[in-house]
């Protein structure tokens, strides 16, 4: 299952918040930031920049991004579920994959790039969730997303606006390629959210799950207590 959602970009307009915060067109971070390594090998991604880190504590975490981002949940993600309640991360994930650099989050690259599921070690992401990925650039080939498309049957990117979200199901293989070649950074946002009457902790084990250098089980971490908030 695949969609592309239309919202309006300048009442959501996290492109402008972000390149105010680093005062820097966001394609071109790479070029004012200095990231630690030119190969990452983590579990998530590109979550081991220390500029990642001090984002969140500086920016994603401040009244002014949650506030936009609850209305956006409210006003672009819960249609998508005609609007019952839903269960949705309580803040989005923000990814740099910086030009020339390589990220590599998969135990095994396949031609090239990081495909998985997200239900596999080590995320062990609930198959109830829906993905939500938004781009915080316009992408070109090198540096977008990719998917496999199961009614063509072929690997293909994304191709979608700084204006769309990208939705895809839990059973759809994807991930970027290891080495972003374009001289653009990507930057971007993903999510997940279920409605809630699909949250079903029978489906939920003890599996342990590793989070931010913690020990949680599974049915611990996917829960209101760590992970999801109800909208
Ligand atoms: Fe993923």
């Given at each position: 299952m695949i969609k592309k959602i239309q919202f309006d970009v300048d009442k959501y307009n996290f492109i402008n918040i972000f390149e105010k915060y680093f005062d820097e067109k966001l394609y071109k971070l790479h070029s004012k930031l200095v990231f630690e390594r030119k190969f990452s090998e983590t579990a998530?991604?590109?979550?081991?920049?220390e500029v990642l880190t001090k984002t969140y504590d500086k920016?994603?975490?401040?009244p002014i991004f949650k506030k936009l981002w609850v209305s956006f949940v409210v006003d672009v993600v819960k249609p998508y579920f005609d609007n019952r309640p839903i269960l949705i991360q309580k803040l989005p994930s923000f990814r740099i994959f910086p030009s020339k650099h390589s990220v590599k989050y998969v135990n095994k690259i396949t031609e090239g790039y990081n495909k998985h599921?997200?239900?596999?070690?080590?995320?062990?992401?609930?198959?109830?969730e829906t993905n939500f990925w938004l781009p915080l650039i316009e992408c070109d080939f090198l540096n977008d997303f990719y998917y496999h498309d199961l009614e063509k049957d072929w690997y293909r990117r994304a191709?979608?606006?700084?204006?769309e979200l990208f939705v895809f199901g839990s059973g759809i293989v994807h991930g970027n390629r290891v080495?972003?070649?374009?001289?653009n950074t990507r930057c971007s946002l993903d999510f997940k959210a279920l409605a809630l009457?699909?949250?079903?902790?029978?489906?939920?084990?003890?599996q342990i799950v590793l989070k931010r250098g913690k020990k949680f089980k599974q049915k611990e971490w996917y829960s209101t207590k760590h992970y999801y908030m109800e909208i």
């Open positions: 998530g991604g590109t979550e081991e920049f920016l994603i975490t401040k599921l997200d239900s596999e070690p080590p995320y062990y992401h609930p198959e109830f191709d979608t606006r700084i204006d080495h972003n070649e374009s001289s009457d699909d949250y079903d902790t029978n489906l939920l084990t003890d």
